[in-house]
């Protein structure tokens, strides 16, 4: 970085910081929020995938649900890593709220969040049997890939750096959602359950994208943690899904 350029602009230009210690108030702020949001998420998602372990109809499903449960808890144990270099005091983070915790199932929270931590809306929806677990895995697994672009590029190197190591996985989530998905549509029943899951669990996952026109994307993309517009990424993980479901009967 120039000695005669600000962080902000060095930020704007692609640039990446490497430390707790270099970083200005207003993006530890912000890339801080964006940390907890995703531990939050993964926490909470955890503990929705260990109730639906007991859901599984067979020894294959049961194995996919535990290694979901178990992978998401270990993502949000690495980006807390990366949080503690902030002065995060992981052991209390951790303990603070109850992750299984869900909202009556016919509640509609568009993009707003609820409670006290900082989840992502559709985790605050209760899983109600099999084909709802996976099909809700399936759309939120592949919105999660499609945010995984923006946060493998982040401008704190250290995150990014995780983030790309937690990727694969993430995506190999929703690879085994689509194989129990395309398992359960093998059958009229099986698609029929499975459309009903589609229409509860669709406009909930878009929801995460945010609203069209973000006002703070503009700050967002200026400190390199983000890069494209909210409604980009929606249209994106939309024409996903459209591909993915059509691919399997729905």
Not at 63 to 68: D, G, L, M, Q
Not at 80 to 102: E, I, K
Request: glycine share 8%; charged share 25%.
């Amino acid at each position: 970085m120039s000695e005669t350029m600000s962080i902000e602009d060095y930020l704007a230009q692609g640039g990446v910081l490497s430390a707790p210690e270099n970083v200005p108030a207003r993006y530890r702020g912000e890339l801080l929020r964006l940390m907890s949001s995703f531990v939050d998420s993964e926490l909470a998602a955890s503990a929705g995938f260990a109730d639906s372990i007991n859901f599984a109809p067979a020894i294959k499903e049961r194995i996919a649900a535990s290694r979901i449960t178990l992978e998401k808890a270990d993502h949000a144990e690495r980006v807390l890593a990366v949080m503690a270099g902030f002065g995060t005091d992981v052991l209390r983070y951790q303990a603070s709220h109850d992750w299984s915790a869900r909202l009556d199932r016919d509640t509609d929270l568009g993009t707003a969040r609820a409670g006290t931590d900082n989840r992502l809306a559709v985790l605050h929806y209760p899983i109600n049997g099999w084909i709802d677990a996976v099909v809700m895995n399936v759309l939120q697994g592949l919105a999660t890939g499609v945010q995984m672009t923006e946060l493998t590029r982040v401008s704190y190197a250290p995150l990014a750096e995780v983030f790309r190591e937690i990727a694969p996985r993430e995506a190999r989530h929703a690879d085994l959602g689509l194989e129990g998905l395309e398992r359960i549509c093998a059958t009229s029943e099986g698609r029929a359950e499975a459309a009903l899951s589609v229409a509860y669990w669709r406009p909930r996952v878009a929801a995460t994208f945010g609203v069209a026109g973000s006002g703070r994307f503009e700050t967002l993309r200026k400190f390199g943690l983000r890069h494209h517009p909210n409604e980009a990424l929606l249209s994106r993980w939309a024409a996903l899904a459209d591909e993915r479901l059509v691919a399997v009967g729905l």
